[in-house]
């Protein structure tokens, strides 16, 4: 049962417009979003974050936005540049206890082109 | 860098054998997990140690075992070697006292080829 879902496997935009990756969840005990960026042979590199208490988050061209009612989040790059190109993940963390693992999406390719 | 180390990067070995991952976390942090990213499985977490004590287990098999010692490094042991764990074994360390949620931060991965 996938509890993070990213439904586009890959993505592609045109440099210096908007890239938005989407991201779903079922678990509701969910109270804690990351986005990773991944190029390969690499390790994912964190991004941005959002509790759940929020629904907007904002570091420099990155945005996250998070629909507790929809059980959505996505993440807004703005301009994209070339150097974006790498698969995103969405993960999330929650439950309570000393659960905090992070369960991850498959990830989107994003694609930039000049 | 996100001043968490793994070694070796790369490991070939043969099946029935056993290795040993090894993983520093970040300066501070209390918390290391350990991640295993496969073709068709993705990124899946495996098991939480949190300052010595082991916090959480997801889907780790039972011929993988794994801990951490005083100095807050991290051992994943892997024994009797199947061709279907060649992958990605990722760790991750956080702060370890979590309030509203804690980002975990990446090391660079040990890639796994089980021949």
């Known amino acids: 049962d996938q509890q993070v879902k990213q439904n586009s496997p890959s993505l592609s935009v045109q440099e210096g417009r908007i890239s938005i990756l989407n991201c779903d969840y079922t678990?509701?005990?969910?109270?804690?979003f990351l986005w990773y960026k991944k190029y390969p042979a690499e390790g994912p590199t964190f991004l941005i974050s959002?509790?759940?208490?929020?629904d907007k988050n904002e570091d420099g061209r990155f945005t996250v936005f998070l629909n507790k009612s929809a059980k959505h989040l996505s993440l807004h790059i703005v301009p994209s540049q070339p150097g974006d190109s790498a698969v995103y993940f969405c993960?999330?963390?929650?439950?309570?206890?000393?659960?905090?693992?992070?369960?991850f999406g498959k990830g989107t390719l994003l694609t930039v082109n000049p | 860098d996100s001043g968490v180390t793994q070694t070796p990067k790369h490991l070939i070995t043969a099946t029935g054998q056993r290795v040993t991952l090894r993983c520093s976390p970040r300066?501070?942090?209390?918390?290391v997990y350990w991640y295993q990213q496969s073709l068709d499985q993705g990124l899946q977490f495996l098991i939480q140690?949190?300052?010595?004590?082991?916090?959480a287990k997801g889907n780790i098999l039972e011929r993988f075992s794994a801990q951490q010692f005083p100095d807050l490094h991290s051992e994943l042991n892997l024994s009797s070697l199947e061709l279907g764990d060649s992958a990605l074994y990722f760790c991750?360390?956080?702060?370890?006292?979590?309030?509203?949620?804690?980002?975990?931060?990446f090391g660079p991965g040990t890639r796994l080829l089980v021949l």
């Open positions: 991750a360390s956080s702060v370890g006292v979590r309030d509203v949620g804690e980002t975990q931060y």
């Open positions: 678990n509701s005990m969910f109270d804690y």
């Open positions: 959002i509790s759940s208490i929020k």
């Open positions: 993960a999330a963390s929650g439950g309570g206890g000393s659960n905090y693992k992070l369960t």
């Open positions: 300066s501070g942090d209390l918390s």
């Open positions: 140690y949190y300052n010595g004590e082991e916090r």
